[in-house]
């Protein structure tokens, strides 16, 4: 600071900036110029224009990927915003309260770390493991249980209608958790004697959650359907592990991110591929400021 203000705060931000531009802003950039070429990986890349995202207009498969992306970014959202605030109402404010304190339901602390489990595993390893339970064979958790009742196997992930849907449930259950956790944080924030005063008036337990929990929540469920509506644009690695053949069948389940996997190391056209990640780099933006500006509210004092 004896050289100034300027100098000491330069010198704080100079590294952590350094690497932001190298490893960040950089292959953004590469990615842009590649995205402009024909390049396939070996030869030397030759510059086409806008030729790639022309094509990208009349391709089948990105466009349905887009149409997937689009029931993702509904239903991953909805479902697990739904369970999770479901979920820590219960274990925040479901129970009596004691001592002017609102508490959970009975063994609340114990669900927190069941809930939280899923977030502890790798995506890959969850895929592996619904692989096992969406199995169209007797070896299968859910189609073992219903072959020894008698009835014909379901098959989850080999029929077009219900392998996209198959996929969301594992999302669902994947993300459930991280977010019981965060709004179980947010709901904590809550002053009690808010509750205590709306009992006074005669809130029921549904009054007290629309009227009471979800305006003073507002601000964390805006941030939660800006975080599932980025996972809702990946995907990838349960799509590419679960999945028949990597997105079908069919493509069925495909996602932009297997499309950009599949034209960049199966078919080595990477300058098309770059132009594919460039599309879903723009409308993950897109999508995050439009969910920020339309959801954008006064903050709720408490």
């Known amino acids: 600071m ?10 704080f931000l100079f590294a952590p900036v350094t690497l932001y531009v190298v ?3 950089a292959p953004y950039a590469q990615a842009f110029q590649i995205s402009m070429t024909n390049w396939r990986g070996l030869s030397a890349p030759q510059w086409v224009g806008f030729d790639n995202y022309r094509r990208l207009l009349d391709d089948g498969s990105f466009w349905k990927a887009v149409q997937h992306h689009g029931v993702l970014l509904l239903a991953l959202p909805l479902i697990t915003i739904a369970i999770a605030l479901f979920f820590s109402f219960l ?29 502890v595993l790798a995506v890959a390893i969850i895929a592996v493991l619904f692989q096992m339970v969406y199995r169209p064979n007797e070896s299968g958790l859910i189609n073992g249980v219903l ?12 029929r077009p209608n219900l392998a996209l849907w198959s996929i969301i449930a594992v999302l669902v259950w994947q993300a459930v958790g991280f977010y019981v956790v965060l709004f179980s944080a947010g709901m904590a924030s809550i002053p009690g004697e808010i509750y205590e005063a709306a ?8 009054t007290l959650f629309f009227r009471v929990t979800l305006p003073l929540l507002w601000d964390t469920l805006q941030v939660a359907w800006v975080y599932l509506g980025i996972a809702a644009f990946d995907a990838f690695a349960i799509v590419a592990v679960l999945s028949v053949d990597g997105g079908g069948p069919d493509g069925a389940t ?18 098309y591929a770059s132009a594919m990640g460039v599309a879903l780099f723009f409308l993950t933006l897109t999508f995050a400021a439009l969910t920020l500006r339309l959801t954008k509210r006064e903050s709720v004092e408490y």
């Open 147 to 158: 072959m020894k009742l008698g009835f014909d196997p379901v098959l989850f992930l080999i």
């Open 23 to 25: 490893f960040v802003i």
């Open 199 to 206: 009992e006074m008036d005669g809130a029921t337990k549904v």
């Open 91 to 119: 274990l925040n404010v479901g129970g009596k309260s004691s001592g002017g304190q609102r508490q959970g339901v009975w063994g609340a602390k114990f669900y927190r770390v069941v809930f939280f489990f899923p977030q």
């Open 254 to 271: 495909t996602v932009l991110a297997m499309e950009i996997y599949r034209n960049a190391f199966v078919y080595s056209k990477y300058g």
């Open 2 to 11: 004896r050289h100034g203000k300027y100098p000491f705060v330069i010198g």
